[in-house]
């Protein structure tokens, strides 16, 4: 997943630069109708990118 961070995610305020999340969504299905999800993320990798300090944003149209 790609994005530019507009609000608040693990409690750090937005920042408004683009990030890209690693994750993948699992469905199981029963009589046509999702029955259960499970949601595998790369949170450490999230966390990383909205911690850098100084990081400058990626474009001008994402500067906080």
Known sequence: FRGTQRDKVLG????GWSIAYAGAAVFEFRGGLIAKIWVLGDLHGLLSQLQQK???????RDSP
């Open 12 to 15: 750090i305020a937005p920042t």
């Open 54 to 60: 100084g990081r400058l944003p990626t474009t001008a």
